[in-house]
């Protein structure tokens, strides 16, 4: 890469679909990210972009697609989700960086980035790369973690947080990990191209005395029916949104992969190593899984 970019938060080697989403007590926040994804999803699409892809865990939630390809930066997550998946012409492993997606324009017709975003230092970028991506009229299924919940608001107004949630810059707290005001999102999606169509407020009853008293999916189908206000305010420690790619050229090349490097949109798929004939970079395939990180 000759330009300097934004550092990536990396899962490698780390247990986090084992320790974070099975053994962690999260099966109500897991059923409601599927309420909202059925609610807000195409019913059908061609190809489909799935951005932070992690070990897999939304994907089988993609079913009236044709070709679904996952992206993650790491390695190791990719391949739980090989072995979750399995080895088939419907799934494309791709490790990436996302400020440099190798993929040439207007490929896909339906994204989803779900707890990815707060981990970009730079959404912008990142929603450019994304919306180069999509074909004119694309879906774009956006989830954040937003600053601006009942939560931070109580403990920033009795002063047990130095952080104001009201401010519209994104809180980072933790490295690589960040909390975002809806109407800074909302902008960012109006700047990189995307008509903003719907929001969903997702995990009103993300605290553990409800999780103790109450089952998941009971939770999850009363958090599914509040989401519903989701237009009207936002004030859940996740959102959900769906916006609509607006613009663009909507001539179709033929293809799959670009550069990431140096953007060239030639680079044929001809494993076990793709190499660019305009700038000599070479990029392997191992294991199943396409790998375009920067070397």
């Known amino acids: 890469m000759t330009e300097k970019t934004p550092p990536v938060c990396c899962y490698e080697g780390s247990d986090y679909q084992q320790s974070f989403w099975e053994e962690g007590g999260r099966a109500y926040e897991d059923a409601a990210e599927e309420f909202a994804l059925r609610r807000l999803l195409p019913g059908s699409g061609h190809r489909l972009l799935e951005l932070g892809a992690g070990a897999g865990r939304n994907t089988p939630r993609y079913r009236g697609f044709d070709q679904i390809t996952l992206v993650?930066?790491?390695?190791t997550q990719l391949q739980q989700a090989r072995e979750r998946l399995g080895e088939s012409n419907r799934y494309r492993y791709v490790a990436a960086?996302?400020?440099?997606?190798?993929?040439i324009?207007?490929?896909f017709d339906t994204a989803?980035?779900?707890?990815?975003?707060?981990?970009?230092k730079d959404c912008q970028l990142a929603l450019q790369q994304v919306r180069t991506c999509l074909k004119p009229q694309a879906v774009f299924i956006l989830e954040y973690a937003n600053k601006l919940n009942l939560k931070s608001i109580a403990r920033y107004a009795i002063g047990k947080?130095?952080?104001?949630?009201?401010?519209?810059d994104p809180v980072e707290f933790a490295e690589l990990n960040f909390d975002f005001h809806p109407a800074a999102i909302r902008t960012?999606?109006?700047e990189t191209g995307f008509q903003l169509e719907r929001q969903l407020t997702v995990s009103h009853f993300r605290m553990n005395l409800l999780k103790q008293l109450f089952p998941a999916k009971v939770l999850a189908v009363l958090d599914s029916i509040v989401s519903l206000t989701g237009d009207w305010w936002q004030l859940t420690p996740s959102v959900f949104t769906r916006s609509i790619a607006k613009g663009g050229d909507t001539?179709?090349?033929?293809?799959?992969?670009?550069?990431?490097?140096?953007?060239d949109t030639n680079l044929a798929d001809t494993p076990p190593v793709l190499v660019c004939t305009a700038c000599g970079n070479s990029y392997p395939k191992t294991g199943g899984i396409y790998d375009f990180r920067a070397k």
Request: include cysteine.
């Open 112 to 120: 989803t980035m779900i707890r990815t975003l707060h981990h970009m």
């Open 251 to 263: 001539s179709e090349s033929s293809g799959f992969f670009r550069c990431p490097s140096c953007g």
């Open 161 to 168: 947080q130095t952080w104001n949630p009201y401010t519209l």
């Open 97 to 103: 960086d996302i400020y440099h997606l190798p993929f």
């Open 188 to 190: 960012w999606l109006h």
């Open 105 to 107: 324009p207007n490929l």
């Open 72 to 75: 993650d930066y790491s390695l």
